[in-house]
């Protein structure tokens, strides 16, 4: 069983900065890709940022150059530093990652999501 757990939502001013975090854990051999992913009340789900098990990171075209994605793969941790937070930005926020389990068997996995609200 491989679990993804967010955390570091809330209610921020525009302008400001919060972090995310999200931890794997379970049977896990092997993490790959991970990425935040957000989806507003009647939007689509949308990628914010991805980044690679070597480190390679890209953003959506909206949130480059204020969010900053990050790993730790000694922890099975993944991080979003989001800075100038705009109003826009408020939605839910979600972790994923693809993980290749004890069973080597890869997959997407998910986390519940967290909840962001940037006020105007």
């Known amino acids: 069983q491989v679990q993804l757990v967010e955390s570091g939502g809330g209610l921020v001013q525009a302008g400001g900065s919060l972090r995310l975090s999200c931890a794997a854990s379970g049977a896990i051999f092997r993490i790959n890709a991970m990425g935040w992913y957000r989806q507003a009340p009647g939007k689509q789900r949308e990628l914010v940022a991805r980044i690679t098990s070597a480190g390679s990171s890209s953003y959506t075209d909206s949130v480059q150059g204020r969010f900053a994605i990050s790993r730790d793969n000694a922890k099975n941790m993944v991080y979003l530093q989001m800075n100038s937070l705009k109003p826009e930005d408020t939605a839910v926020y979600l972790c994923?990652?693809?993980?290749?389990?004890?069973?080597?068997?890869?997959?997407?996995?998910w986390g519940q999501g967290t909840q962001v609200t940037v006020s105007s």
């Open positions: 994923s990652a693809n993980i290749t389990t004890s069973l080597l068997i890869t997959r997407d996995y």
